[in-house]
């Protein structure tokens, strides 16, 4: 095995976010994902730093990341664009995002570990990419860039198109940044396939989707006085957790719930999360009459986020639609760790993943009918649910945990290197 190789046997392991610790506030699933993966490289290894352009941080401080997160403002980007043309805005965001990336007080703390002790340097690809590939080469490791979606790509499935710019910025910026990576874990098929469009090299690829700390997910969380003081004892809790987004289709599964509910009035649901529709949310469900049978959790931080997905009976991915789904849901595996029976939606990476009726129930996405009579099914059938919990938590600790992930990762590392 090469020098490169040879640092796969060393002791500790570099995670470096190209933002500062106060940054992406409503997008914790990058938070929990650079946790994740550097707790499992601290068990494997012995040792993980996450780097910010602040501060550096263990695992375990990650976690509660973003520090003095901002609370999510209802419409005020629509109350903007009323006066700004959104393309002005995202021009404008860009330029400040591309000076914040180039401060020279970025990374000037000092650093706690020894050179010779790095395994190698993870890094989360954003627009404007961090000193990953310069500390790479410094310490003569590989580098690992960890993509959820290339940037101008994922925006453009928004809405948000940066016309001429958007291209400049994917060839020039995105594209040559991920080229200069030992190795591109993405979460999903669709997104390979684009990165490959983008001139990544297919060796080069590897498809690492979300995953989940067991550690943090236990199945016998005490979470009894949590259930009393939502008022749900005695009651089958459907549970959700995430932000209120169009995407996710919130509205559909309300309107299930409603259905389920009228022969199932033991039900409640519970939504853990805030953001742009809950206010329409939950005007659907004062319109619907089931206000008693409905709570909003608000915004939980992410180490409370176990307590509540304890307390549900049964878990659920929310989705609109199964076109452009390009994503891994992270909820989806943590329910399944909580050993929750889960129903999740046909699209994207799920059905590949999953076997229905055997880890998880899968319903139509889109389709309120199917997601109700789906939802009826593990209401009913107690001994069904308990099942396929238990078959779901078996996977997902075999399968789909971060130290499984790291491991997949390293083995690419080893054999890309071996065949150059």
């Known amino acids: 095995m090469s020098k490169k190789s040879d640092s796969i046997t060393k002791n500790c392991a570099i995670f470096i976010m190209p933002r500062s610790s106060s940054d992406w506030a409503g997008a914790e699933a990058l938070w929990i994902t650079v946790a994740g993966w550097a707790a499992a490289a601290a068990r494997a290894l012995g040792d993980a730093y996450v780097l910010t352009t602040d501060r550096i941080a263990k695992p375990d401080e990650v976690i509660h990341y973003p520090l003095a997160a901002r609370n999510i403002k209802q419409g005020r980007q629509g109350q903007l664009s009323r006066w700004i043309p959104l393309m002005l805005i995202t021009l404008i965001k860009d330029l400040l995002l591309w000076r914040k990336s180039r401060r020279k007080s970025n990374y000037s703390y000092p650093l706690p570990f020894n050179a010779e002790h790095i395994n190698f340097i993870w890094e989360q690809h954003d627009l404007f990419p961090g000193p990953g590939r310069e500390m790479a080469n410094k310490y003569k490791v590989p580098l690992i860039t960890y993509v959820h979606a290339p940037q101008v790509w994922e925006s453009a499935k928004w809405g948000v198109n940066r016309f001429v710019w958007g291209w400049f910025l994917e060839k020039f910026v995105e594209a040559p940044a991920l080229k200069r990576s030992d190795l591109v874990a993405c979460v999903s098929q669709e997104v390979a396939d684009k990165l490959e469009k983008m001139g990544i090299p297919k060796n080069k690829i590897l498809i690492s989707p979300m995953a989940v700390d067991p550690y943090l997910f236990k199945k016998n969380q005490d979470a009894k006085s949590l259930k009393e003081s939502l008022r749900l004892s005695n009651k089958t809790v459907i549970g959700w957790t995430g932000s209120f987004r169009n995407f996710h289709g919130l509205d559909l599964l309300v309107k299930a719930f409603n259905q389920v509910h009228q022969s199932h009035p033991d039900t409640s649901l519970l939504l853990v999360g805030d953001g742009f529709e809950k206010v329409n949310i939950e005007k659907l469900v004062e319109e619907l009459e089931i206000t008693d049978a409905v709570v909003f959790a608000g915004r939980q931080a992410f180490a409370q986020i176990p307590s509540f997905v304890s307390i549900f009976d049964i878990a659920i991915v929310s989705a609109r639609s199964s076109e452009g789904f390009h994503y891994s849901p992270l909820k989806l595996r943590e329910y399944l760790a909580a050993g929750k029976a889960t129903l999740a939606p046909r699209a994207g990476e799920i059905p590949s993943l999953f076997m229905h009726g055997e880890t998880v129930m899968l319903y139509t996405a889109g389709e309120i009918n199917d997601m109700a ?25 075999s399968n789909g945990t971060w130290d499984f992930e790291l491991q997949k990762s390293l083995l690419s590392l080893t054999r890309h290197d071996e065949i150059h």
């Open 373 to 397: 009579t789906k939802l009826t099914e593990l209401i009913s059938n107690v001994e069904f649910r308990e099942e396929i919990s238990k078959r779901g938590m078996e996977y997902i600790l």
